[in-house]
């Protein structure tokens, strides 16, 4: 059994162990300051199988309004494929059905998790900016 809720307060150890199953060591190299943007965005929604165990999590950043922006989505390595992305996406997408603009960041195609993360977010019924005329924009990410 996976059970979500929403929660505001954070494992350093058990964020370790969710963002390096998946290789998000730009996240895992300063948990300190990971843990400080969760507990500062707008929500957090948790998997957590029945012994309590964080599978994944969803956070969003928003003014509860017009916008809101899926910071991140990550479910644990050994659990994909198993619906638990696709629970917590249709819990923002419900919790957020107010906003005109609900959007993400995702890796682009080319990349090797491109094809399946854009099929994923695809299957929700989400669309790339440019299919609404639309175009995002951003500083260069710089690599450490």
């Known amino acids: 059994m996976v059970i979500i809720a929403e929660e505001t ?7 370790f162990d969710l963002y390096d199953s998946v290789g998000w060591d730009v996240w895992t190299a300063d948990l300190p300051r990971l843990r400080r943007a969760l507990e500062k965005s707008h929500l957090v929604v948790t998997a957590r199988d029945d012994t309590g165990r964080l599978l994944g999590l969803a956070r969003t950043v928003s003014d509860d309004e017009i916008v809101c922006y899926v910071q991140e989505l990550l479910v644990e390595q050994g659990h994909h494929g198993k ?6 996406l249709e819990h923002l997408m419900r919790r957020y059905a107010h906003c ?19 099929a994923f977010y695809r299957r929700l ?5 440019h299919e609404q005329k639309l175009s995002a924009f951003g500083l260069p990410v710089e690599n450490p």
């Open 83 to 88: 619906g638990i992305g696709r629970r917590l």
């Open 9 to 15: 307060s954070f494992d350093d150890g058990e964020l």
């Open 100 to 118: 005109r603009y609900f959007m993400l960041t995702t890796d682009h195609e080319s990349t090797p998790e491109g094809p399946g993360s854009h």
């Open 125 to 129: 019924g989400m669309v790339e900016h």
